[in-house]
């Protein structure tokens, strides 16, 4: 099987620009949770998705959005960027919310300049 | 609230030592335990994992043990190898309270081993 593929690998993006990132889970997959990586505050969980409905969501401002698609696959967007935005996103897919491993992406690493 | 506490490092061996990496938790429910590991420019990967009290994971040459009682889930491996070196991730999941399927993850420790 092949596991979960995040596009793009990497992105520049301007401060005030927005952004989205997608991710596709594994097949069969059904629940997609993103999580964002940085030197200062580790893993951070964004928010979790299953059958296109967010189940659960982080402690982030309102500029960090997602959705989920009827395949399973999902995405994020981030508006009105900012220099701390800048962070490895990682995308992880499970066979359902209830407590199955996660199996992460490669994730997107995002620079804002 | 549920959190997860590892030991800082790095933690720098040789090829062929003995490896612990400690970890702790506290999580009001009933929470499965997880390793994960990182390589330069990857995204995690699942090392093993524990779903209740006394359950050992194991992977790889790898263990660890779900300690209720010392909430503790310690990662071991006998000899380790070069291609070891990576950043390993203990993280919990606890889907009893609001927290759901996210996972809940220490800060990492950088593992170097040399030959």
């Known amino acids: 099987k092949a596991g979960v593929t995040q596009t793009p690998r990497y992105l520049i993006k301007t401060r005030g620009q927005q952004v989205t990132l997608s991710c596709s889970p594994i097949?069969?997959?059904?629940?997609v949770s993103w999580y964002q990586q940085t030197p200062g505050q580790g893993l951070q969980f964004l928010f979790e998705?299953?059958?296109?409905?967010?189940?659960n969501k982080g402690n982030f401002p309102g500029r960090f959005s997602g959705r989920q698609f009827s395949n399973s696959r999902s995405e994020m967007n981030v508006s009105t960027l900012e220099l701390g935005d800048s962070a490895l996103y990682l995308c992880?897919?499970?066979?359902?919310?209830?407590?199955?491993?996660?199996?992460f992406g490669p994730g997107t690493r995002l620079t804002v300049t | 609230g549920n959190s997860v506490t590892q030991m800082e490092g790095p933690v720098t061996l040789s090829e062929e030592a003995f490896l612990t990496i400690n970890c702790t938790y506290t999580a009001t429910g009933y929470p499965s335990l997880f390793w994960y590991v990182q390589y330069p420019g990857e995204g995690l990967q699942l090392l093993l994992k524990a779903t209740k009290a006394d359950d050992k994971g194991s992977n790889k040459g790898f263990e660890a043990t779900y300690r209720k009682e010392t909430t503790s889930f310690h990662l071991e491996k006998g000899s380790v190898q070069v291609s070891d070196s990576a950043v390993y991730f203990c993280?919990?999941?606890?889907?009893?309270?609001?927290?759901?399927?996210?996972?809940?993850f220490g800060k990492g420790t950088t593992l170097s081993v040399s030959s």
């Open positions: 992880a897919s499970s066979l359902t919310n209830w407590g199955y491993e996660q199996y």
């Open positions: 097949s069969g997959h059904r629940s």
């Open positions: 993280a919990l999941s606890d889907i009893s309270n609001q927290a759901g399927t996210a996972l809940i």
């Open positions: 998705y299953f059958s296109e409905t967010q189940r």
